[in-house]
Nanobody, 116 residues
Framework: QVQLVESGGGLVQAGGSLRLSCQASGGIFSINAMGWYRQAPGKQRELVAS???????NYADSVKGRFTISRENAKNTVYLQMNSLKPEDTAVYYC??????????WGQGTQVTVSS
């Protein structure tokens, strides 16, 4: 069983930056990829960025060039560096882990609010 704990959300002005962290514990050797999703009020949850064990990354078009996903294996932690934040980035951000057997794990979510 994989547990994911997120941190780093908060309130920031447009144009500002935040860094989200997600630390995994438990069955970490079963994890094939990790990522960040977000869900704004009244909208579906969407993929923001993902990174595989081979460090292959994928980004939503809306965040390309502004967000960077990275990992620190020694700490079992994945980061999402968010720069040039916009009000439309406001959402609850969820850490996600995908196991080799395709099982998905989710964190509890962290609120990111960008004021205009």
């Amino acid at each position: 069983q994989v547990q994911l704990v997120e941190s780093g959300g908060g309130l920031v002005q447009a144009g500002g930056s935040l860094r989200l962290s997600c630390q995994a514990s438990g069955g970490i050797f079963s994890i094939n990829a990790m990522g960040w999703y977000r869900q704004a009020p009244g909208k579906q949850r969407e993929l923001v960025a993902s990174i595989t064990n081979g460090d292959s990354t994928n980004y939503a078009d809306s965040v390309k060039g502004r967000f960077t996903i990275s990992r620190e294996n020694a700490k079992n932690t994945v980061y999402l560096q968010m720069n040039s934040l916009k009000p439309e980035d406001t959402a609850v951000y969820y850490c996600n882990a995908k196991a080799f057997n395709s099982r998905l794990y989710w964190g509890q979510g962290t609120q990111v609010t960008v004021s205009s």
